[in-house]
């Protein structure tokens, strides 16, 4: 191909290679065809700019499954499962007037816990093993 086109050591062209492809049919069609794949992209970029969104998918399914992975790290905690049974049994006891209050505060508070335990939770970090 080098020799050809005269660029391998000892082979000479009289051809001008830049002027051929300027003045070539081929060039134009190449030409014409980008125009119109720009303007087609144009046109589809006007018609998906209110689907595009930053980020793959809603802001409401990213909190679902972050509120689902946080729930199962609890879940699966003992000392939280504990803490939380005490908290709902050891002062609901409604046989006086004082334990009907607190069952009540119970009622109302416990899924406030849980909620705030979301809110403001942090990965716990695991004690690494020295070696």
Not at 14 to 34: A, C, F, G, Q, T
């Amino acid at each position: 191909m080098l020799q050809v086109i005269g660029a391998a050591p000892g082979h000479k062209t009289e051809i001008n290679w830049p002027d051929v492809w300027r003045e070539s049919d081929e060039k134009r069609r190449v030409k014409k065809e980008l125009e119109t794949m720009k303007a087609n992209s144009r046109t589809a970029k006007t018609e998906n700019e209110a689907v595009q969104q930053e980020f793959a998918s809603t802001y409401q399914t990213q909190l679902i499954e972050v509120i689902k992975r946080v729930a199962q790290f609890y879940w699966r905690n003992p000392t939280y499962i504990y803490s939380k049974l005490i908290l709902v049994v050891g002062t609901a006891s409604p046989v006086d007037p004082l334990g009907a209050m607190f069952e009540a505060h119970a009622r109302f508070l416990v899924p406030r816990v849980s909620s705030l335990v979301f809110a403001f939770s942090k990965p716990i970090p695991r004690a690494s093993k020295s070696c």
